[in-house]
């Protein structure tokens, strides 16, 4: 079994409430999104999926593996992170970053040169990282998770809201790129904000509310409704067939025409 | 820079050649301990820099200096109290040592959270144990007469002394030497961990285990360098910006080039202190090292705005 398993996993940081409680959930090998409202914990059960966040309870399996357990050289070969917001201490340039990817990897220069390509910043990668805008900043750590499952057929990305500073047409390619990695027979697992995007483009959903209960998995077709985005969002959902595939649109946002 | 670092020593003390082979001994004892400290405080300082990702680190953020202060005036006070006199020479290895790893360790614990040193717990309680230290310090110096804030006041500002014990110098020469290589084979991890937490341990660096090894290294070194010269203010800040500026970002040999440029720093220097002579004897290196890198490094801060 490739997938990413999680065993009633309870998720808390020092002294507060539990942010996930008792929370099992099965990931096979696929484009999964994750939708719920802000503040729900979808954060922090990422980085329990990465092996960043140790459960006090319960464990997240990678083949029979507990993630939190693996040492970290280890871990890096098989599951990739893409923070919300990333950060970069040094004046490191484009290229390094992304070559960071490879840090417990052999590092090939192909490899580093195709994920630059794939999010279109070959021609500034020798720049300073911190000169680029945050849009861009994302790609460039999104390319690093790439390079780093470069190679590891079924390798697990976790991508923490990788659209939130991308255009419609750099969305649109980033979405390519993770799709390009199941293909490959990867995993990826994002946080999403849009549900549009989410029921077009993801293979499986994750319906997380707040207090961080799980509200249903499953086929993205099935998860992203409008009865279970109401019953999540608590605002009324309308799905909507256009040109370009179905659409799901909330309905208290709207302006009176 | 070892060409800068060489030639100067030499052409220290006056601008001949020795012609003695004695002078050449002491001039040698000059160089290397010069040497020594430079590199220690340099490598320090960029490894302190890196995984507290601060630029403002330095090697006596750790307390340790203020520990060896502290070490030294308590070791002059016993003696005091035991013969009733304050003897003027060098402090004492063992009270240095005992100062500088007691606060050391004191540090290294407290700032422990989940069994790794925190960065900002480290820089405050580093502050804090510093604060402390330096209080007691002032304390037990006033129970001595005024001879005892003489030793201690000397010591502050720094000297590379050629009276050092031709063992002592040599060992921890050798012990900079190898803490700098230890500090360059971790040059990968600590180029990683300039990204933020998760992504470090993403990318699979092992976060607590190299900010352990790296402030023990840290540590080792400054104790060291402050054994051999006391504490020599800024080299540990400036070395590390004046070795990024030619050498990059890059830890590996951003490392080798920190040691060199310490290096060069410490001998520059002390050649200084050797050729301005003042009707008390010889300035303090401290006070040198102070009034020059001041202006330098708030010239680096101007020249890079992001440092």
Redesign the interface.
Known sequence: MNGLVCEGITLRYERSEPVISSLSLTLEPGLWAMVGPNGAGKSTLLRALAGLHAPEAGRVLLKGEPVHRMAARHRATRIAYVPQRSSVWAGFDVRTIVAMGRHALPRRDETIERALDGVALLDRAEEPYRSLSVGQQQRVTIARALAQLDGSEGGVLVADEPLSAQDPAFAARVMGLLRGHVERGGLVVAALHDCTTALRCADGGVLLSSGGTLVTSGPAVDTFTPGWMERVFGVGFDLVRTPGGPALLPRGATMPL | MIAIALRFSIGSEGFALPNRADVWSLRLTNVVAGVSVGMALGVAGALLQ?IL?NPLASPFLLGLTSGAGLGVVVATYITYLATGAILMSGPPVFAVLLGSFGALGLVYLLSQRRGTPEPTSLVLVGVIVSVCCAALTSFIQHLMPDQGMAVYTRWVMGAISAETGTVTLWTVAGATVAGTLWAMTLG??L??A???D??A???????GRLRAVSVLIAGLLTAGSVLLAGPIAFVGLIAPHLA?RVA???HRWGICATALAGGALVVLADSGVAFIRTPSGRMPIGVLTAIIGGPLFIWLLRRER?L
């Open positions: 890196a990702r990968d991890d180029d990683a300039a990204l933020s998760d992504e341990r993403s990318v699979g660096v092992s976060l990024r990059g970002p890059g992001e």
